[in-house]
């Protein structure tokens, strides 16, 4: 089974992964070394710091071997054509988790490799990111009925969450500039998902997004790869920074979580990251166990 999409899971797998994240959260000795010699190869195209070490962490602790492969040596798609990437990787290695710009070459590789094939992250999903998302919300509250305010682009890491957040039951509602909500497809795959159980709220006005909401949740307001737009993205998400004025309409035990790494001064102020309800950093840690857990489903 692949983890290209966070949908691919289904609503019973991805409960299972939750819960399987949180058992080894408490009990990180429980599952060290108990798949040894599973190898998997982790391929990076953009860079990064938590999903890089807490994926090899992972790894690791469950006796699995990591080979952490850089874009530098492979050349995705100009050294070599993606097929052929993924297909020789297939050869050597037990699972394929890649992080990437394009969507479709992880779609392209998961089609030319029998291993499953985990996305570490492109310019449509972040699906590890929401498991450690609703790890992170289900520490503070349960996940049905719960709301989770998302502010800013509605990229990889808003589309990921939406739709894992509605396969659980938790309504997301999504404030952004004109042109930057999340895609129509997506909003879509998030509604199939939540069914009545949970809503999907589009709106560019970030108050009444977060009015009453349980989380609230940024991201950078230029991704990478987007560098080159970052000064006319400020200038278009300017209204959308969370401060601790629209932090504070939220619910009052309403959580911060942010993916990270965040660019404080631009989408958060210092006072919502350091804010005592702030989650940012155990939502880091929660990469870790969410990914082990996801590994330990797979294999
Ligand atoms: N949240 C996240 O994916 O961080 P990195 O880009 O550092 O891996
Ligand atoms: N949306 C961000 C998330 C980083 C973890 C990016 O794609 O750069």
């Known amino acids: 089974m692949d983890f290209v999409n966070v949908a691919d899971l289904g609503s019973a797998g991805l409960a299972e992964v939750l819960d399987l994240a949180a058992a080894v959260k408490a009990d990180r000795a429980a599952v060290a070394g108990i798949r040894p010699g599973v190898?998997?190869?982790?391929?990076?195209?953009?860079?990064s710091l938590r999903t890089r070490v807490s994926c090899e962490v992972a790894v690791n602790d469950l006796g699995m071997i990591p080979y952490v492969l850089k874009n530098?040596?492979?050349?995705?798609?100009?050294?070599?054509?993606?097929?052929?990437?993924?297909?020789?990787?297939d050869r050597y290695l037990d699972i394929l988790a890649l992080r990437v710009f394009d969507h479709?070459?992880?779609e392209t590789i998961a089609a030319h490799a029998a291993a499953p094939v985990i996305n570490l992250l492109s310019d449509r999903e972040h699906p590890?990111?929401?498991?450690a998302d609703l790890q992170t919300l289900a520490e503070a509250r349960p996940l049905e009925g719960a709301t989770v305010a998302f502010i800013g682009d509605g990229n990889n890491v808003c589309n990921s969450l939406m739709i894992a957040g509605a396969m659980m039951g938790v309504s997301t509602r999504?404030?952004?500039p004109a042109g930057y909500a999340p895609p129509d497809d997506m909003v879509a795959a998030a509604r199939a998902a939540a069914g009545d159980r949970a809503e999907i709220v589009i709106t560019e006005d970030p108050a009444e997004a977060?009015?009453?909401?349980?989380?609230?949740?940024?991201?950078?307001?230029a991704s990478m790869g987007q560098e080159t737009e970052a000064a006319a993205r400020r200038a278009m998400f300017e209204p959308y920074r969370v401060d601790e004025a629209l932090f504070g309409l939220a619910a009052p035990d309403a959580i911060f979580l942010h993916c990270l790494p965040a660019h404080r001064g631009d989408e958060?102020?210092?006072g919502v990251a350091d804010h005592q309800r702030s989650?940012?950093?155990?939502?880091?840690?929660?990469?870790?166990?969410?990914?082990?857990a996801l590994l330990l489903h797979l294999t």
């Open 104 to 106: 479709r070459n992880l």
């Open 210 to 221: 977060v009015r009453g909401a349980d989380a609230v949740y940024t991201d950078v307001w």
């Open 268 to 270: 958060l102020t210092d």
């Open 128 to 131: 590890c990111q929401a498991l």
């Open 174 to 176: 999504v404030a952004g």
């Open 279 to 292: 989650r940012i950093y155990d939502q880091a840690e929660n990469r870790m166990h969410a990914f082990k």
């Open 39 to 47: 190898n998997v190869g982790l391929f990076f195209e953009k860079p």
């Open 72 to 89: 530098d040596e492979i050349g995705l798609g100009k050294r070599e054509a993606v097929k052929d990437v993924g297909a020789v990787l």
